[in-house]
DNA sequence: CTGACTTGCCACGGAATCCGAACCGGAGCG
DNA sequence: CGCTCCGGTTCGGATTCCGTGGCAAGTCAG
């Protein structure tokens, strides 16, 4: 949760291991040699470097869908003053799982899960337009996620 | 790519095993076992079907910023006729790894991730815009990104 | 140049894990 | 009752994990 190290160039290995484990996290370090070119041990070693560094981490994600939250939404957000603190409030939220700063005609953009629109309504008014600072909202609701990478490193 | 698998019920011991998966996707099987109260081939068996059934995956995930990717956005797309043609367009654009439908000012939400200005611009007007049926585009740069969680399941 | 130090990789071996397959018990059904 | 399906456990051999030690190639100071 701090990825406060320093730049960490990351040579061709490096990046050929990260798209193994983008591919399949639980590759096994033996495999993932095989086919970058570096023994069990050495593999291992950079993927502690690289999840220590911040760079990776590899975890099960998951499609909200089919674990019962129905109901997902882009949130644009408007702020006046310090949009860091309103940020941080709005992390603070559980159905919150995306938040970042933005330029543009909103300050803030938020991705909520809920388990229906009654959460978000009430994540809505209750939660977010509560908060010290946000002037205005425009919600997103999610119709159909198309796409969704994880395997942006490296093109 | 393909979740085909509709009903599939979770029960509170395939969400613990998410939840273990969540946090470490590289728990040994006998581990979330011993957490979850089953068997180490019980445990496997399970996320092999959760993973086949496009519950979950398990992969590495990075940070855009670490890996020379310096500039990130969000665009929203207001379309002319079929939003899912569209979309399809859009999600076949590398740079592109969030693409969803939504209800509201725009059609399309897009996110973008791309080594810098001028990849942003290009991605903009020779790709985006360039696509029939897209109307008008407005692009929110991100400056910071404060949030990014994946483990929404299950609260 | 040289010696101390650092860094990254490989080799190795014991412990732990993975993984396929066999087995088992309960539920549903004719 | 016999049969099948399902999900769990047990089991054993192959594989992997992981700490450790060694080695070669820098780097730096004197």
Redesign the interface.
């Known amino acids: 949760m701090a ?1 406060r190290s320093r ?2 160039v ?1 040579d061709d290995v490096s ?1 050929a291991i ?1 798209e193994q ?6 590759r096994s370090y033996s495999e993932i040699g095989k086919a970058v070119g570096l023994s069990e041990a050495a593999v291992r070693q950079r993927v502690q470097k690289l999840t220590d ?12 869908m ?4 129905y109901r997902q ?2 949130i ?1 957000i408007r702020v006046s003053g310090d949009t ?1 603190a309103v ?2 409030e709005i ?1 603070a939220i ?13 300050d803030i ?1 938020a991705e909520v ?1 809920c388990e229906n629109d009654d959460d978000l309504i009430d994540l809505l008014n209750k939660r977010i337009r509560g908060i010290d600072g946000v002037q205005s909202t ?18």
Do not use: C
């Open positions: 990825p730049p960490l990351l990046k990260i484990l983008q591919t399949d996290g639980r560094a911040g760079v990776m981490q590899v975890v099960a994600v998951t499609d909200p089919q674990l019962g939250f939404a882009m644009g860091t940020a941080e992390g559980p159905a919150v799982d995306y938040v970042v700063l933005t330029a543009g005609s909103f953009l899960v425009e919600t997103f609701v999610y119709l159909r996620l198309h796409k969704q990478f994880y395997n942006w490193g490296t093109r």
